[in-house]
């Protein structure tokens, strides 16, 4: 059964109302870089991901009746700047807070995807 079991999460699925919008906001928001862009039979198939990670986000734009997503976790080295650079571009930032657990900050994407910062 060991040969059997998930070995890795490969892509996570982030719904979003215009991927082009969204395109712009993962990485010169939050500085991902593009891993995929190609022709989808529903649209683009749009993936970005952190430099050298392995899990990638799919920003889909095909699934008008998906909800938002909440509690993506994700890390930064620098929490302070991240915020300022998020308040910039008009996000609404909760923190960066120092909590029993670490520091972390609250953000949602333009299509209020919800996400939690830790300090890497």
């Known amino acids: 059964m060991a040969g059997m079991s998930i070995s890795s999460i490969l892509t996570v699925t982030v719904p979003v109302a215009d991927q082009e919008r ?19 039979p529903m649209g683009r198939w749009l993936t970005v991901a952190p430099k050298g990670a392995e899990t990638s986000l799919l920003l889909a734009s095909w699934f008008s009746d998906m909800a938002p997503i909440g509690g993506l976790v994700v890390t930064s080295p620098d929490l302070d700047a991240l915020a ?22 609250l953000f949602h994407d333009p299509d209020g995807n919800g996400f939690v910062v830790s300090q890497a």
């Open 22 to 40: 969204a395109l712009a906001f993962y990485t010169s928001v939050l500085g991902l870089e593009v891993r995929s862009d190609n022709p989808f």
């Open 84 to 105: 300022a650079r998020l308040r910039e571009h008009g996000t609404a930032v909760e923190g960066p807070d120092d909590q029993p657990w670490g520091r972390q900050l």
